[in-house]
């Protein structure tokens, strides 16, 4: 088990930056593979990026991609989400998620759908002015 919670949201003009924070505890960190997922108003949770247990594969959502970076500290036992150049259709409850993967046979893959990850995080709103 895992326990995960995001802070970092809030308000930011469109062209700005934000960074959000997932801490974890709980099971080793390293074994996790993370996730930041977004849902609007009116629209399903959907996948933003994720990272392998070692930062060695990363995924982006194409709406994202060269604005966001994902990354991790498995010292600090916790996942970032950078957000620059952001839009107003960036505007969401951001969700951070992990799941195992202890097993070195699961690790070849990094899970990007949201039915694939387990634990998840309350959440942190974002909402983005133009």
């Known amino acids: 088990q895992v326990q995960l919670v995001e802070s970092g949201g809030g308000l930011a003009q469109a062209g700005g930056s934000l960074r959000l924070s997932c801490e974890a505890s709980?099971?080793?960190?390293?074994?996790?593979?993370m996730a930041w997922f977004r849902q609007a108003p009116g629209k399903e949770r959907e996948s933003v990026a994720a990272i392998s247990w070692n930062s060695g594969f990363t995924h982006y959502a194409d709406s994202v991609k060269g604005r966001f970076t994902i990354s991790r500290d498995n010292a600090k036992n916790t996942a970032y989400l950078q957000m620059k150049r952001l839009k107003p259709e960036d505007t969401a409850v951001y969700y951070c998620?992990?799941?195992?993967?202890?097993?070195?046979?699961?690790?070849?893959?990094?899970?990007?759908?949201?039915?694939?990850?387990?634990?998840w995080g309350q959440g942190t709103q974002v909402t983005v002015s133009s």
């Open positions: 709980g099971r080793a960190f390293s074994d996790y593979a």
């Open positions: 998620a992990a799941v195992q993967q202890a097993k070195a046979f699961l690790r070849l893959r990094l899970p990007i759908e949201r039915d694939e990850y387990k634990f």
